[in-house]
């Protein structure tokens, strides 16, 4: 077998592919995981994502607003 260094394609391509396996195995949906645990799951984040956006709004008051008369001005113009 020729001599591989650590920089040559081959070696980098084979840690690559290690480095996927390790990401799916890491990151692989529970099988065991109940729709119920997906549900709080699920409702956890949207609390937070609502609770960051409400600090958001706290902090930029000014931006907030814009952020809502923009918003008001789609629904305006929204067809229903």
């Not at 840690?15 to 109940?34: I, K, L, N, V, Y």
């Not at 119920?36 to 600090?55: D, G, H, N, Y």
């Not at 008051?61 to 008369?69: I, K, M």
């Amino acid at each position: 077998m020729p001599n591989v260094d650590e920089g040559s394609p081959e070696l980098r391509e084979e840690r690559r592919g290690e480095r996927r396996e390790e990401h799916r195995q890491e990151h692989r949906e529970d099988p065991r995981e109940t729709e119920a645990e997906r549900r709080r799951r699920r409702a956890r984040f949207l609390r937070e994502l609502t609770e960051a956006r409400e600090l958001r709004d706290r902090v930029q008051p000014r931006r907030a607003r814009t952020a809502r008369l923009r918003h008001a001005m789609r629904m305006r113009t929204f067809r229903w």
